[in-house]
T-cell receptor
Framework: GAVVSQHPSRVICKSGTSVKIECRSL??????MFWYRQFPKKSLMLMATSNEGSKATYEQGVEKDKFLINHASLTLSTLTVTSAHPEDSSFYICSAPVTGVEKLFFGSGTQLSVL | ELKVEQNPLFLSMQEGKNYTIYCNYS?????LYWYRQDPGKSLESLFV?????AVKQEGRLMASLDTKARLSTLHITAAVHDLSATYFC???????????FGQGTTLQVKP
């Protein structure tokens, strides 16, 4: 079945650095991918919709200059957290719909900890 | 704007008991999803409900959808400890793959 691969699974970084998270569709093409954020013991909040070959669409309240999304190919979307601060520490998960398939496939998630 | 609400948010139950988690959504949704999440892990897909009256079952879990009431339920039959996890429902404002999640229900099954 369709698989979404997400890397890294865990990142610990210093405040002020940038972190890149990758989301790949392994056996299908994903023209669209979604990025979610989850705080501890909270629900998932949609951050943005990543569109292959065009600009991402950000949800209200999400800083697009802070969370840079690039979807340069049909199998790869990246989320870069720029100048990370402790409040950016969170669990980030990507997902991708597959045409003709009911389920939505999620990556394994990335736990970001900013010191 | 689509909003999704689950209740209860926390559920502690004995093994062998039955219980139901409720998921209400505020506007029309093409489909309704149920996911399981274990601590520190991503989401595991449980069910996708596509139409009014849809009922799906897998093991001790059964999900149903009433689009007129904008309500989905996840019923747990004879709970076992392995079912302890957080369960999320999610709706989609249109058939885009974009999901709006409920708050999650943390289920704790005690021996």
């Amino acid at each position: 079945g369709a698989v979404v691969s997400q890397h890294p699974s865990r990142v610990i970084c210093k405040s002020g650095t940038s972190v890149k998270i990758e989301c790949r569709s392994l056996d299908f093409q994903a023209t669209t991918m979604f990025w979610y954020r989850q705080f501890p013991k909270k629900s998932l909040m949609l951050m943005a919709t990543s569109n292959e070959g065009s600009k991402a669409t950000y949800e209200q309240g999400v800083e697009k200059d802070k969370f840079l999304i690039n979807h340069a190919s049909l199998t790869l979307s990246t989320l870069t957290v720029t100048s990370a601060h402790p409040e950016d520490s969170s669990f980030y998960i990507c997902s991708a719909p597959v045409t003709g398939v009911e389920k939505l496939f999620f990556g394994s998630g990335t736990q970001l900890s900013v010191l | 704007e689509l909003k999704v609400e689950q209740n209860p948010l926390f559920l502690s139950m004995q093994e062998g008991k039955n219980y139901t988690i409720y998921c209400n959504y505020s506007t029309t949704s093409d489909r309704l999803y149920w996911y399981r999440q274990d601590p520190g892990k991503s989401l595991e897909s449980l069910f996708v409900l596509l139409s009014n009256g849809a009922v799906k079952q897998e093991g001790r879990l059964m999900a149903s959808l009433d689009t007129k009431a904008r309500l989905s339920t996840l019923h747990i039959t004879a709970a076992v400890h392995d079912l302890s996890a957080t369960y999320f429902c999610a709706a989609t404002p249109s058939n885009t793959g974009k999901l709006i999640f409920g708050q999650g229900t943390t289920l704790q099954v005690k021996p």
